[in-house]
């Protein structure tokens, strides 16, 4: 895909899109926000968590082995808006040429991993006294272990290059091609036989979970998205800085040169 020739864009649209995509304005803005997300995830998830593991009643099938579902579930949902969140910073690498893009998408692509780590081993220590096993070949499980993969498949390419750039180009390519696992996630309850439950929540209708168990797991998953909003931050904080004090570096040995 080629770059948008933004002379063809409104002069509005074509100053807010180098105003957001300025490192300087970047960095002003994130030192605000960061802070408060960081506290509003702590506290969220800490509330959630301690509800649901030591406060909120037993499932009458699973017992307290459904309590694995505090964290499993909100990791779950974090692995796939991690994903999306990837390939939307993908996208507008692409297309618009965004210079904080490919670093969003270098930073997003650990963080995501990390969750789906999370959600995997998780729903292993869940599958055991439910399935009698650590691990099936079931089609969930399957496409979140296909979405671990395109993670780890994302951080080693775009480092797998000596020229930054073609790494960048290589591993938003890959992005956007992993996006067709996402619905594959979704639904795969819904097209294939599996051992997982359908969605206890969904958007078309109640939830199918007693109000006691859903509310400390949507604090739960509110805190865990707020947490993955300010890891990533921070990380592109960092990685903002890191370039500027490289620049720095390189413009003053070459002046002293």
């Not at 307290?64 to 994903?83: E, K, N, Q, T």
Request: proline share 6%.
């Amino acid at each position: 895909m080629g770059a948008v020739n933004t002379t063809s864009l409104p002069a509005g649209n074509t100053r807010n899109l180098h105003r957001f995509a300025n490192p300087g304005q970047f960095l002003r803005l994130s030192g605000k926000i960061l802070p408060p997300i960081a506290a509003i995830s702590i506290i969220l998830a800490s509330v959630g968590l301690i509800w649901g593991l030591f406060f909120a009643p037993s499932d009458w099938q699973q017992h307290d082995a459904v309590r694995i579902m505090y964290v499993h579930v909100p990791a779950a949902w974090l692995a796939s808006f991690g994903y999306f969140s990837l390939a939307l910073a993908s996208a507008s690498s692409l297309i618009w040429r965004h210079p904080l893009a490919d670093l969003a998408a270098v930073e997003i692509a650990p963080v995501g991993a990390a969750f789906t780590a999370i959600c995997l081993v998780t729903g292993s220590l869940w599958g055991k006294p439910m399935w009698g096993a650590w691990w099936v070949w079931d089609a969930r499980m399957t496409s979140v272990l296909v979405l671990f993969f395109l993670y780890l498949g994302h951080i080693a390419l775009v480092r797998a290059f000596d020229d930054p750039q073609r790494g960048y180009r290589a591993g938003a390519i890959l992005a956007l091609v992993g996006v067709v696992n996402l619905p594959i996630i979704k639904f795969s309850v819904e097209w294939w036989n599996t051992l997982h439950q359908p969605a206890s929540i969904t958007l078309t209708g109640a939830p199918t979970m007693a109000p006691s168990m859903l509310w400390p797991l949507a604090l739960a998953a509110l805190g865990g998205s707020f947490g993955f909003s300010a890891l990533v931050l921070a990380r592109l904080r960092a990685a903002v800085m890191e370039r500027r004090i490289r620049a720095l570096t390189l413009a003053q040995i070459r002046t002293g040169a």
